[in-house]
């Protein structure tokens, strides 16, 4: 019920946000570990979503991990029409999927784990990948996206290449997936640039919803009665609880670098 699978790295939802923090951290981590032989460019394809995919942080993340890899020329991310995108890991999902349906009962996260070690290879967030603080260091560098010259929610695709001045590295917005129309810009505050992103790793706990959690609680006690808590099989919700207990949530930020992007059935080619 609490485990996330993003870009093949797992994590437990009481220990991070399933933001675009967690998604630029899983890309940094995922660039780096992979064989780069004889790669001079790269290409990320995912879906649309302005929270979690779609946004500068991610766009800076990649910059960062680009300037520090001089092999690599150029990085493009692009972002298929909603509805057309079928890919390999939508097929792994599924047989996933079945998997979990056979059983009845799951009382510990390591029993998804272990179905997801079947089909994938996985690493654990904050062991394996670290999880840095992406959003607020973009925050510091990065112009808001209202102020680029391309319209952000538009653009299907985004190259990145580095820049002729040290240290920086340049992005260009194009509207079209075959079309090279647009033009690579400084998308950086004045007196800023790529080399001065520097994010912080992450504490690994985080609140949940208090509605959902009452709802586990309330399953135990359907399940194994008001005695739940002295079950050895149960720990891992007893200390769920305990620790949810001291945590406050968040308030609600401001929105940054991360417009509303609706889904769109347009296609432009």
Known sequence: MFLLLIFGAIITENEYHKDSNLIASAVYHRLTVTDKADVKHIRLIADGCGGQNKNCIVLGACCKWLLENSSIHTIELVFPVTGHS?????????????????????????????????????VKF????????????????????TSWSVQFKDCKRFILKRSKKVGNVLIRGELNYKSDLGKFENVCQKNKQISMLSPVPLPNIVPINKNKLQDVKKLLQKHF?????????????????????????PQNEESFCNERIDETIELHV
């Open 126 to 145: 904050g062991n394996d990948c670290v999880v840095n603080d992406w959003r607020e260091s973009v925050r510091k560098v990065l112009k808001q996206t």
């Open 225 to 249: 009665g008001l005695e739940w808590v002295a079950l050895e099989s149960l720990t891992f919700y007893k200390e769920l609880f305990e620790t949810q207990e001291e945590l406050v949530a």
């Open 86 to 122: 079928f890919m390999p890991a939508d097929r792994i999902f599924g047989v996933i999927e079945r998997k979990l349906k056979t059983k009845e009962v799951i009382l510990h996260p390591d029993e998804i784990t272990k179905v997801l070690r079947e089909s994938s290879s996985i």
